[in-house]
Protein backbone atom coordinates (compact mmCIF):
# COMPACT_ATOMS: atom_id res chain seq x y z
CA UNK A 1 0.00 0.00 0.00
CA UNK A 2 1.10 3.40 -0.80
CA UNK A 3 -0.21 6.21 1.21
CA UNK A 4 0.11 9.63 -0.84
CA UNK A 5 2.25 12.31 1.02
CA UNK A 6 0.35 14.49 3.61
CA UNK A 7 1.94 17.57 1.63
CA UNK A 8 3.25 17.79 -1.78
CA UNK A 9 4.44 20.59 -4.21
CA UNK A 10 4.56 19.74 -7.70
CA UNK A 11 6.92 22.32 -9.70
CA UNK A 12 4.98 25.09 -8.05
CA UNK A 13 5.39 28.76 -9.35
CA UNK A 14 4.04 31.92 -7.76
CA UNK A 15 4.23 34.77 -9.37
CA UNK A 16 2.70 37.91 -7.27
CA UNK A 17 1.84 41.35 -8.89
CA UNK A 18 2.73 44.30 -6.98
CA UNK A 19 1.33 47.90 -6.28
CA UNK A 20 3.09 48.94 -9.20
CA UNK A 21 2.06 46.27 -11.74
CA UNK A 22 4.89 44.57 -11.95
CA UNK A 23 5.19 40.90 -11.70
CA UNK A 24 6.51 39.64 -8.41
CA UNK A 25 8.09 36.19 -8.55
CA UNK A 26 7.90 34.64 -5.12
CA UNK A 27 8.64 30.78 -6.06
CA UNK A 28 9.99 28.97 -8.71
CA UNK A 29 10.31 25.71 -9.79
CA UNK A 30 9.05 24.45 -5.95
CA UNK A 31 8.97 20.64 -5.47
CA UNK A 32 9.19 18.74 -2.10
CA UNK A 33 7.01 16.37 -0.23
CA UNK A 34 6.03 15.75 3.51
CA UNK A 35 5.34 12.09 5.32
CA UNK A 36 2.52 11.77 7.18
CA UNK A 37 3.50 12.37 10.52
CA UNK A 38 6.87 13.96 9.41
CA UNK A 39 8.31 16.83 11.18
CA UNK A 40 9.99 19.31 8.69
CA UNK A 41 11.69 23.04 9.20
CA UNK A 42 11.85 25.59 6.21
CA UNK A 43 15.00 27.91 6.64
CA UNK A 44 15.54 30.58 4.53
CA UNK A 45 16.28 33.83 4.17
CA UNK A 46 14.09 36.56 4.75
CA UNK A 47 11.24 37.22 1.51
CA UNK A 48 12.12 34.48 0.07
CA UNK A 49 8.65 33.05 -0.01
CA UNK A 50 8.30 31.13 3.13
CA UNK A 51 5.30 32.77 4.36
CA UNK A 52 3.87 32.27 0.67
CA UNK A 53 4.49 28.38 0.84
CA UNK A 54 2.72 28.15 4.09
CA UNK A 55 -0.29 29.93 2.35
CA UNK A 56 -0.47 27.73 -0.42
CA UNK A 57 -0.12 24.53 1.87
CA UNK A 58 -3.04 25.89 3.90
CA UNK A 59 -5.48 27.02 0.74
CA UNK A 60 -5.49 30.66 1.08
CA UNK A 61 -3.79 30.72 -2.57
CA UNK A 62 -3.56 29.23 -5.19
CA UNK A 63 -0.21 28.45 -7.33
CA UNK A 64 0.01 30.36 -10.65
CA UNK A 65 1.84 27.48 -11.58
CA UNK A 66 2.59 23.54 -11.10
CA UNK A 67 0.26 21.76 -8.05
CA UNK A 68 0.43 21.50 -4.60
CA UNK A 69 -1.37 18.39 -2.78
CA UNK A 70 -2.66 17.21 0.79
CA UNK A 71 -3.27 13.52 0.87
CA UNK A 72 -2.62 13.31 -2.83
CA UNK A 73 -5.66 15.71 -3.59
CA UNK A 74 -4.88 19.10 -5.18
CA UNK A 75 -5.53 21.93 -2.71
CA UNK A 76 -8.35 24.17 -3.46
CA UNK A 77 -9.26 25.88 -0.34
CA UNK A 78 -8.97 25.91 2.84
CA UNK A 79 -9.32 22.28 4.72
CA UNK A 80 -10.43 21.35 8.32
CA UNK A 81 -7.62 18.99 9.01
CA UNK A 82 -5.00 21.82 8.98
CA UNK A 83 -4.10 24.05 12.07
CA UNK A 84 -1.70 27.44 11.31
CA UNK A 85 -0.34 29.77 13.65
CA UNK A 86 0.10 32.84 11.65
CA UNK A 87 3.57 34.97 11.43
CA UNK A 88 1.98 37.41 13.13
CA UNK A 89 -0.44 36.53 16.18
CA UNK A 90 -3.69 37.35 14.36
CA UNK A 91 -5.90 37.44 18.07
CA UNK A 92 -9.12 39.16 18.36
CA UNK A 93 -8.62 41.83 20.80
CA UNK A 94 -12.51 42.31 21.01
CA UNK A 95 -12.53 38.40 22.83
CA UNK A 96 -10.66 37.61 25.94
CA UNK A 97 -7.87 35.04 26.09
CA UNK A 98 -9.98 31.69 26.05
CA UNK A 99 -12.35 33.42 23.59
CA UNK A 100 -9.39 33.36 20.85
CA UNK A 101 -8.45 30.14 21.28
CA UNK A 102 -12.14 28.86 21.26
CA UNK A 103 -12.57 30.78 18.34
CA UNK A 104 -12.19 27.96 15.76
CA UNK A 105 -15.36 26.67 17.05
CA UNK A 106 -17.25 29.96 17.68
CA UNK A 107 -16.29 30.82 13.64
CA UNK A 108 -16.96 27.59 12.12
CA UNK A 109 -19.76 25.81 14.08
CA UNK A 110 -21.24 29.57 15.40
CA UNK A 111 -21.16 27.94 18.64
CA UNK A 112 -18.31 26.56 21.70
CA UNK A 113 -19.69 24.16 24.43
CA UNK A 114 -18.71 23.18 27.68
CA UNK A 115 -16.15 20.56 26.05
CA UNK A 116 -14.09 23.06 23.73
CA UNK A 117 -13.77 25.77 26.46
CA UNK A 118 -12.60 22.47 28.79
CA UNK A 119 -10.37 22.06 26.28
CA UNK A 120 -8.73 25.31 25.33
CA UNK A 121 -8.08 25.27 29.25
CA UNK A 122 -5.79 22.99 28.90
CA UNK A 123 -4.48 24.11 25.69
CA UNK A 124 -3.96 27.11 27.60
CA UNK A 125 -2.11 25.69 30.54
CA UNK A 126 0.12 23.60 27.96
CA UNK A 127 1.29 27.01 27.06
CA UNK A 128 1.40 28.26 30.42
CA UNK A 129 -1.31 30.76 30.02
CA UNK A 130 -3.58 29.20 32.36
CA UNK A 131 -4.06 32.31 34.40
CA UNK A 132 -4.71 34.24 31.91
CA UNK A 133 -7.26 32.87 30.41
CA UNK A 134 -9.79 35.18 31.14
CA UNK A 135 -7.25 38.49 30.29
CA UNK A 136 -8.07 41.12 27.55
CA UNK A 137 -5.02 40.19 24.55
CA UNK A 138 -3.83 43.82 25.22
CA UNK A 139 -2.71 42.90 28.10
CA UNK A 140 -0.48 40.39 26.90
CA UNK A 141 3.15 40.47 25.81
CA UNK A 142 4.31 39.66 22.29
CA UNK A 143 5.37 36.12 23.35
CA UNK A 144 2.58 35.55 25.64
CA UNK A 145 0.22 36.74 22.58
CA UNK A 146 1.75 34.47 20.16
CA UNK A 147 1.44 31.66 22.40
CA UNK A 148 -2.20 31.97 22.48
CA UNK A 149 -2.17 31.84 18.60
CA UNK A 150 -0.47 28.13 19.60
CA UNK A 151 -2.82 27.00 21.43
CA UNK A 152 -5.61 28.25 19.02
CA UNK A 153 -4.18 26.07 16.37
CA UNK A 154 -4.21 23.14 18.35
CA UNK A 155 -8.14 23.47 19.44
CA UNK A 156 -9.33 21.34 16.53
CA UNK A 157 -6.57 18.41 17.06
CA UNK A 158 -5.29 19.23 13.35
CA UNK A 159 -3.72 16.55 11.43
CA UNK A 160 -1.46 19.06 9.32
CA UNK A 161 -0.14 21.92 11.71
CA UNK A 162 1.70 24.65 9.47
CA UNK A 163 3.51 26.75 12.13
CA UNK A 164 5.21 30.61 10.62
CA UNK A 165 7.67 31.42 12.88
CA UNK A 166 5.85 30.43 16.10
CA UNK A 167 8.60 31.31 18.23
CA UNK A 168 10.39 34.54 16.85
CA UNK A 169 8.56 36.81 19.06
CA UNK A 170 9.68 34.71 22.65
CA UNK A 171 12.83 34.94 24.15
CA UNK A 172 15.53 32.64 24.20
CA UNK A 173 14.44 30.32 27.28
CA UNK A 174 10.49 30.04 27.11
CA UNK A 175 11.54 29.25 22.86
CA UNK A 176 13.44 26.08 24.28
CA UNK A 177 11.00 25.33 26.50
CA UNK A 178 8.08 25.36 23.91
CA UNK A 179 10.15 23.67 21.47
CA UNK A 180 10.13 20.72 24.11
CA UNK A 181 6.70 21.73 24.64
CA UNK A 182 6.01 21.48 20.81
CA UNK A 183 7.86 18.08 20.86
CA UNK A 184 5.76 16.49 23.79
CA UNK A 185 2.25 17.50 21.65
CA UNK A 186 4.05 15.93 18.51
CA UNK A 187 4.74 12.73 19.80
CA UNK A 188 2.05 12.52 21.94
CA UNK A 189 -0.38 13.16 19.04
CA UNK A 190 1.27 12.52 16.03
CA UNK A 191 0.76 15.58 13.08
CA UNK A 192 2.10 16.35 10.33
CA UNK A 193 3.90 19.55 11.48
CA UNK A 194 5.41 22.02 8.37
CA UNK A 195 7.51 24.82 10.91
CA UNK A 196 9.01 27.80 9.08
CA UNK A 197 12.06 29.09 11.12
CA UNK A 198 14.72 31.61 11.00
CA UNK A 199 16.60 29.84 13.90
CA UNK A 200 18.96 27.10 12.46
CA UNK A 201 19.13 25.48 15.94
CA UNK A 202 15.31 25.07 16.55
CA UNK A 203 15.39 23.21 12.98
CA UNK A 204 17.92 21.02 13.98
CA UNK A 205 15.88 20.16 17.37
CA UNK A 206 13.15 20.36 16.39
CA UNK A 207 12.80 18.52 12.42
CA UNK A 208 12.86 15.16 10.78
CA UNK A 209 14.06 16.92 7.49
CA UNK A 210 14.91 20.16 7.21
CA UNK A 211 14.47 22.07 3.87
CA UNK A 212 16.63 25.03 2.92
CA UNK A 213 15.96 27.55 0.45
CA UNK A 214 17.21 29.87 -1.69
CA UNK A 215 16.82 33.45 -2.43
CA UNK A 216 13.41 35.24 -4.11
CA UNK A 217 12.25 33.08 -6.13
CA UNK A 218 12.38 30.61 -3.41
CA UNK A 219 13.02 27.43 -4.22
CA UNK A 220 14.64 24.24 -2.09
CA UNK A 221 18.47 24.29 -2.69
CA UNK A 222 19.05 21.35 -0.18
CA UNK A 223 17.17 18.88 1.96
CA UNK A 224 18.97 17.74 4.47
CA UNK A 225 18.11 14.96 6.97
CA UNK A 226 18.28 15.25 10.49
CA UNK A 227 19.92 12.10 12.08
CA UNK A 228 19.29 12.74 16.36
CA UNK A 229 17.45 10.19 18.24
CA UNK A 230 13.97 10.88 19.51
CA UNK A 231 13.58 12.02 22.35
CA UNK A 232 15.68 14.70 21.31
CA UNK A 233 17.13 16.24 25.07
CA UNK A 234 18.68 19.70 25.97
CA UNK A 235 21.79 16.92 25.16
CA UNK A 236 21.07 16.92 21.60
CA UNK A 237 21.93 20.80 21.47
CA UNK A 238 25.69 19.37 22.65
CA UNK A 239 26.19 16.77 20.05
CA UNK A 240 29.36 17.49 17.66
CA UNK A 241 26.98 16.44 14.94
CA UNK A 242 24.93 18.96 15.90
CA UNK A 243 27.23 21.79 15.77
CA UNK A 244 28.62 20.66 12.67
CA UNK A 245 25.20 20.63 10.66
CA UNK A 246 24.16 23.81 11.79
CA UNK A 247 27.94 25.56 10.32
CA UNK A 248 26.95 22.89 7.07
CA UNK A 249 23.17 24.89 7.28
CA UNK A 250 24.88 27.78 8.00
CA UNK A 251 27.06 27.97 4.91
CA UNK A 252 24.64 27.08 2.74
CA UNK A 253 21.99 29.60 3.70
CA UNK A 254 24.98 32.49 3.13
CA UNK A 255 26.19 30.82 -0.42
CA UNK A 256 25.07 32.88 -3.14
CA UNK A 257 24.08 30.50 -5.79
CA UNK A 258 26.66 29.85 -8.90
CA UNK A 259 26.54 31.96 -11.62
CA UNK A 260 25.31 29.40 -14.28
CA UNK B 1 12.13 60.88 60.99
CA UNK B 2 8.99 62.85 61.91
CA UNK B 3 10.28 65.85 60.53
CA UNK B 4 10.65 63.95 56.96
CA UNK B 5 7.54 62.29 57.57
CA UNK B 6 5.66 65.80 57.40
CA UNK B 7 7.29 66.28 54.32
CA UNK B 8 6.04 64.00 52.87
CA UNK B 9 2.20 64.23 53.68
CA UNK B 10 2.59 67.90 53.01
CA UNK B 11 4.04 66.91 49.66
CA UNK B 12 1.36 64.57 48.91
CA UNK B 13 -1.28 66.93 50.22
CA UNK B 14 0.00 69.16 47.44
CA UNK B 15 -0.20 66.54 44.74
CA UNK B 16 -4.07 66.05 45.94
CA UNK B 17 -4.80 69.76 45.79
CA UNK B 18 -3.18 69.51 42.18
CA UNK B 19 -5.02 66.83 41.47
CA UNK B 20 -8.48 68.34 42.00
CA UNK B 21 -7.70 71.62 40.70
CA UNK B 22 -6.82 69.45 37.70
CA UNK B 23 -10.00 67.36 37.81
CA UNK B 24 -11.96 70.44 38.18
CA UNK B 25 -10.65 72.81 35.53
CA UNK B 26 -13.02 72.16 32.97
CA UNK B 27 -16.04 73.17 35.20
CA UNK B 28 -13.93 75.96 36.74
CA UNK B 29 -13.05 77.96 33.15
CA UNK B 30 -17.13 77.21 31.91
CA UNK B 31 -17.79 78.99 35.41
CA UNK B 32 -15.39 81.76 34.82
CA UNK B 33 -16.66 82.40 31.39
CA UNK B 34 -20.23 82.71 32.27
CA UNK B 35 -18.85 85.08 35.30
CA UNK B 36 -16.76 87.21 32.13
CA UNK B 37 -19.52 87.32 30.03
CA UNK B 38 -22.03 88.54 32.88
CA UNK B 39 -19.61 91.27 33.68
CA UNK B 40 -18.91 92.58 30.96
CA UNK B 41 -22.61 92.69 29.57
CA UNK B 42 -23.06 94.63 32.78
CA UNK B 43 -19.90 96.77 32.13
CA UNK B 44 -20.15 98.15 28.85
CA UNK B 45 -24.66 97.92 29.34
CA UNK B 46 -25.16 95.85 25.93
CA UNK B 47 -27.99 95.51 25.33
CA UNK B 48 -30.14 91.86 26.13
CA UNK B 49 -31.25 91.68 22.41
CA UNK B 50 -27.65 91.71 20.82
CA UNK B 51 -26.54 89.63 23.69
CA UNK B 52 -28.21 88.75 27.03
CA UNK B 53 -26.44 88.60 30.23
CA UNK B 54 -26.58 84.62 31.84
CA UNK B 55 -28.64 85.99 34.29
CA UNK B 56 -31.39 87.47 32.14
CA UNK B 57 -31.38 84.06 30.07
CA UNK B 58 -31.86 82.24 33.17
CA UNK B 59 -34.44 84.63 34.09
CA UNK B 60 -36.28 84.52 31.27
CA UNK B 61 -35.94 80.41 30.51
CA UNK B 62 -37.87 79.91 34.43
CA UNK B 63 -40.39 82.68 32.91
CA UNK B 64 -41.51 79.68 30.80
CA UNK B 65 -43.50 77.26 32.13
CA UNK B 66 -41.75 73.65 32.71
CA UNK B 67 -44.46 71.54 30.79
CA UNK B 68 -43.94 73.86 27.92
CA UNK B 69 -40.31 73.56 28.15
CA UNK B 70 -40.78 69.94 28.27
CA UNK B 71 -42.64 69.44 25.29
CA UNK B 72 -40.33 71.28 23.16
CA UNK B 73 -37.52 69.49 24.17
CA UNK B 74 -39.23 66.18 23.87
CA UNK B 75 -40.60 66.89 20.61
CA UNK B 76 -36.80 67.70 19.61
CA UNK B 77 -35.63 65.02 21.15
CA UNK B 78 -38.10 62.45 19.44
CA UNK B 79 -37.12 63.72 15.96
CA UNK B 80 -33.22 63.38 16.47
CA UNK B 81 -33.85 60.03 18.04
CA UNK B 82 -35.70 58.22 15.64
CA UNK B 83 -33.62 60.05 12.72
CA UNK B 84 -30.01 58.83 14.55
CA UNK B 85 -31.09 55.34 15.23
CA UNK B 86 -32.90 55.03 11.95
CA UNK B 87 -29.51 56.36 10.51
CA UNK B 88 -27.71 53.59 11.83
CA UNK B 89 -30.31 50.67 11.02
CA UNK B 90 -29.54 51.57 7.48
CA UNK B 91 -26.53 53.32 7.45
CA UNK B 92 -24.62 50.17 8.77
CA UNK B 93 -26.11 47.46 7.03
CA UNK B 94 -25.97 49.47 3.85
CA UNK B 95 -21.47 49.79 4.60
CA UNK B 96 -21.40 46.17 4.87
CA UNK B 97 -23.20 45.62 1.81
CA UNK B 98 -20.91 48.54 0.32
CA UNK B 99 -17.46 46.83 1.36
CA UNK B 100 -18.39 43.27 0.86
CA UNK B 101 -19.97 44.31 -2.89
CA UNK B 102 -18.47 45.44 -5.57
CA UNK B 103 -21.51 45.74 -7.77
CA UNK B 104 -23.16 47.64 -4.30
CA UNK B 105 -20.30 49.69 -3.96
CA UNK B 106 -20.48 51.00 -7.89
CA UNK B 107 -24.04 52.06 -7.83
CA UNK B 108 -24.84 53.08 -4.22
CA UNK B 109 -21.83 55.29 -3.46
CA UNK B 110 -22.03 58.12 -6.48
CA UNK B 111 -25.66 58.29 -5.45
CA UNK B 112 -24.73 58.17 -1.37
CA UNK B 113 -22.01 61.38 -3.01
CA UNK B 114 -25.25 62.99 -4.75
CA UNK B 115 -26.81 63.25 -1.36
CA UNK B 116 -23.99 64.44 0.61
CA UNK B 117 -23.49 67.02 -1.28
CA UNK B 118 -26.64 68.23 -1.21
CA UNK B 119 -27.03 71.09 0.99
CA UNK B 120 -29.66 69.45 3.29
CA UNK B 121 -30.90 72.51 4.34
CA UNK B 122 -31.76 73.81 1.31
CA UNK B 123 -34.02 70.90 0.19
CA UNK B 124 -35.59 70.84 3.60
CA UNK B 125 -38.37 72.92 2.90
CA UNK B 126 -39.04 70.22 -0.22
CA UNK B 127 -39.25 67.27 1.73
CA UNK B 128 -41.57 69.07 4.31
CA UNK B 129 -44.31 69.93 1.04
CA UNK B 130 -43.26 66.72 -0.07
CA UNK B 131 -44.10 64.33 2.81
CA UNK B 132 -46.59 66.71 4.39
CA UNK B 133 -47.18 67.71 8.21
CA UNK B 134 -46.04 65.82 11.39
CA UNK B 135 -42.71 63.83 12.01
CA UNK B 136 -41.97 62.07 8.62
CA UNK B 137 -40.75 65.35 6.91
CA UNK B 138 -38.53 66.32 10.36
CA UNK B 139 -37.37 62.57 10.82
CA UNK B 140 -36.07 62.21 7.17
CA UNK B 141 -34.31 65.35 7.24
CA UNK B 142 -32.57 64.20 10.52
CA UNK B 143 -32.03 60.69 8.80
CA UNK B 144 -30.58 62.24 5.55
CA UNK B 145 -27.78 64.63 7.74
CA UNK B 146 -26.78 62.08 9.75
CA UNK B 147 -26.44 58.93 7.82
CA UNK B 148 -23.99 59.79 5.97
CA UNK B 149 -20.51 60.02 8.57
CA UNK B 150 -22.22 56.76 9.92
CA UNK B 151 -21.73 55.38 5.90
CA UNK B 152 -18.53 56.27 5.08
CA UNK B 153 -16.97 55.53 8.49
CA UNK B 154 -18.61 51.92 8.69
CA UNK B 155 -17.14 51.17 5.22
CA UNK B 156 -13.80 52.14 5.70
CA UNK B 157 -13.70 50.38 9.01
CA UNK B 158 -14.76 47.10 7.19
CA UNK B 159 -12.03 47.61 4.58
CA UNK B 160 -9.55 48.32 7.22
CA UNK B 161 -9.83 44.96 8.59
CA UNK B 162 -5.93 43.67 8.25
CA UNK B 163 -5.46 41.14 5.78
CA UNK B 164 -4.55 38.38 8.55
CA UNK B 165 -7.85 38.09 10.26
CA UNK B 166 -9.58 37.99 6.84
CA UNK B 167 -6.78 35.12 5.96
CA UNK B 168 -7.45 33.46 10.13
CA UNK B 169 -11.50 34.02 8.83
CA UNK B 170 -10.69 32.03 5.30
CA UNK B 171 -8.98 29.32 6.52
CA UNK B 172 -11.46 28.36 8.84
CA UNK B 173 -14.41 28.44 6.18
CA UNK B 174 -16.47 30.48 8.01
CA UNK B 175 -18.42 32.01 5.32
CA UNK B 176 -19.06 35.82 4.81
CA UNK B 177 -22.02 36.37 7.52
CA UNK B 178 -19.80 35.59 10.01
CA UNK B 179 -16.86 37.34 9.08
CA UNK B 180 -18.42 40.04 8.87
CA UNK B 181 -20.35 39.86 12.59
CA UNK B 182 -17.55 38.23 13.96
CA UNK B 183 -14.27 39.87 12.16
CA UNK B 184 -14.92 42.83 10.38
CA UNK B 185 -17.66 44.29 12.42
CA UNK B 186 -16.17 43.95 15.80
CA UNK B 187 -13.13 45.11 13.93
CA UNK B 188 -15.10 48.69 12.87
CA UNK B 189 -16.41 49.39 15.85
CA UNK B 190 -13.76 52.02 16.96
CA UNK B 191 -14.37 53.96 13.07
CA UNK B 192 -18.05 53.08 14.09
CA UNK B 193 -18.29 54.73 17.49
CA UNK B 194 -16.20 57.40 16.01
CA UNK B 195 -18.72 58.26 13.69
CA UNK B 196 -21.99 57.81 15.83
CA UNK B 197 -21.04 60.22 18.33
CA UNK B 198 -20.05 63.15 15.63
CA UNK B 199 -23.64 61.77 14.47
CA UNK B 200 -25.22 62.88 17.79
CA UNK B 201 -24.40 66.35 17.30
CA UNK B 202 -25.72 65.69 13.28
CA UNK B 203 -28.96 64.31 14.76
CA UNK B 204 -30.03 67.57 17.02
CA UNK B 205 -28.73 69.89 14.23
CA UNK B 206 -30.93 68.12 11.90
CA UNK B 207 -33.87 67.93 13.82
CA UNK B 208 -33.32 71.94 14.37
CA UNK B 209 -33.44 72.52 10.98
CA UNK B 210 -36.22 70.59 9.89
CA UNK B 211 -37.92 72.56 13.10
CA UNK B 212 -37.01 75.86 11.29
CA UNK B 213 -38.74 74.94 7.98
CA UNK B 214 -41.80 73.86 9.43
CA UNK B 215 -43.14 72.85 12.76
CA UNK B 216 -45.73 74.04 15.60
CA UNK B 217 -43.43 72.88 18.17
CA UNK B 218 -39.91 72.16 19.41
CA UNK B 219 -36.55 73.73 20.31
CA UNK B 220 -35.91 75.02 16.70
CA UNK B 221 -39.58 76.00 16.64
CA UNK B 222 -39.02 77.91 19.92
CA UNK B 223 -36.05 79.80 18.76
CA UNK B 224 -37.22 81.42 15.68
CA UNK B 225 -40.54 81.77 17.80
CA UNK B 226 -38.85 84.01 20.18
CA UNK B 227 -36.50 85.76 17.74
CA UNK B 228 -39.67 86.68 15.53
CA UNK B 229 -40.68 88.42 18.55
CA UNK B 230 -37.20 89.91 19.49
CA UNK B 231 -37.00 87.70 22.54
CA UNK B 232 -33.52 87.04 22.50
CA UNK B 233 -32.78 86.05 26.08
CA UNK B 234 -35.69 83.24 25.87
CA UNK B 235 -34.25 82.03 22.42
CA UNK B 236 -30.77 81.99 24.37
CA UNK B 237 -32.65 79.79 26.83
CA UNK B 238 -34.01 77.71 23.86
CA UNK B 239 -30.37 77.22 22.94
CA UNK B 240 -29.03 76.40 25.96
CA UNK B 241 -31.54 73.09 26.28
CA UNK B 242 -29.98 72.40 22.83
CA UNK B 243 -26.72 72.23 23.78
CA UNK B 244 -27.63 70.30 26.35
CA UNK B 245 -29.12 67.92 24.74
CA UNK B 246 -26.75 67.74 22.14
CA UNK B 247 -24.39 66.81 25.27
CA UNK B 248 -26.29 63.98 26.40
CA UNK B 249 -26.63 62.20 23.34
CA UNK B 250 -22.89 62.35 22.73
CA UNK B 251 -22.05 61.54 26.46
CA UNK B 252 -24.57 58.47 26.11
CA UNK B 253 -22.69 57.49 23.22
CA UNK B 254 -19.63 57.40 24.87
CA UNK B 255 -21.26 55.55 27.91
CA UNK B 256 -22.08 52.70 25.84
CA UNK B 257 -18.71 52.83 24.24
CA UNK B 258 -16.61 52.29 27.46
CA UNK B 259 -19.59 49.70 28.82
CA UNK B 260 -19.95 47.15 25.92
CA UNK B 261 -16.83 48.02 23.82
CA UNK B 262 -14.00 49.25 25.92
CA UNK B 263 -11.03 47.79 23.89
CA UNK B 264 -12.14 50.28 20.68
CA UNK B 265 -10.99 52.76 23.17
CA UNK B 266 -7.78 54.45 23.29
CA UNK B 267 -6.03 52.81 26.52
CA UNK B 268 -6.16 56.12 28.18
CA UNK B 269 -9.67 56.84 27.84
CA UNK B 270 -11.55 53.02 29.27
N1 LIG C 1 -0.01 39.25 -1.53
C1 LIG C 1 1.18 39.61 -2.06
N2 LIG C 1 1.23 40.52 -3.04
C2 LIG C 1 2.41 40.89 -3.58
N3 LIG C 1 3.60 40.38 -3.21
C3 LIG C 1 3.61 39.47 -2.24
C4 LIG C 1 2.40 39.03 -1.60
N4 LIG C 1 2.72 38.13 -0.65
C5 LIG C 1 4.06 38.01 -0.70
N5 LIG C 1 4.60 38.80 -1.64
C6 LIG C 1 6.03 38.90 -1.99
O1 LIG C 1 6.53 37.59 -2.11
C7 LIG C 1 7.80 37.49 -1.51
C8 LIG C 1 7.81 36.40 -0.46
O2 LIG C 1 7.00 36.81 0.64
P1 LIG C 1 6.84 35.91 1.94
O3 LIG C 1 5.97 36.65 2.89
O4 LIG C 1 6.42 34.56 1.54
O5 LIG C 1 8.35 35.88 2.49
P2 LIG C 1 8.92 35.14 3.76
O6 LIG C 1 9.93 34.17 3.29
O7 LIG C 1 7.83 34.62 4.60
O8 LIG C 1 9.69 36.32 4.49
P3 LIG C 1 9.91 36.54 6.08
O9 LIG C 1 10.92 35.53 6.51
O10 LIG C 1 10.44 37.92 6.15
O11 LIG C 1 8.60 36.36 6.75
C9 LIG C 1 8.14 38.85 -0.96
O12 LIG C 1 9.01 39.49 -1.88
C10 LIG C 1 6.82 39.57 -0.91
O13 LIG C 1 7.03 40.93 -1.19
MG1 LIG D 1 7.05 35.10 6.40
Redesign the interface.
Known amino acids: MNMPPAISFDAVEQVFTGNDGAPIHALSDLSFSVARHEFVSVLGPSGCGKSTLL ?1 LV ?3 IAPTGGSVSIFGYPVQ ?2 R ?1 E ?1 G ?1 V ?1 Q ?1 P ?1 L ?3 YTVINNVT ?2 M ?3 Y ?1 RVQAKDTARALQLLDLVGLADFADK ?3 ELSGGMQQRVGIARALLLDPDILLMDEPFSALDALTRDEMSFELLRIWRDRPKTVLFITHSIPEALLLSDRILVMSERPGSIREEIKVPFERPRTLETLGDPEFTRLANHIRSTLFSKPVAA | MTNLNEKKTAISQRQQVLRLLDRFTPALAFVALIGLWEISTRVFSIPSFLLPAPSRILADGFAVAASTWAGHIWATMRVALIGYLLAIAIGIPMAVGLAKSRFLARTLYPALIIIQSTPIVAVAPIIVVTLGAGDLPRIVITFLITFFPIVVSTTTGLLAT ?1 E ?2 I ?8 GTR ?1 EVM ?2 RL ?2 A ?1 PYIFSALKISTTLAVIGAVVAEFVAADKGLGFFISFSTSFFKIPQAFAGLVFLVILSMLLFRTVGFLQKRF ?1 P ?2 LP ?1 NER
Not at chain 2, 167 to 174: I, P, V
Request: no cysteine; glycine share 4%.
Open positions: RAGLEPDIIFKTLPWFPRHKGRID | PELELSRSLRARQVPYLAWSK
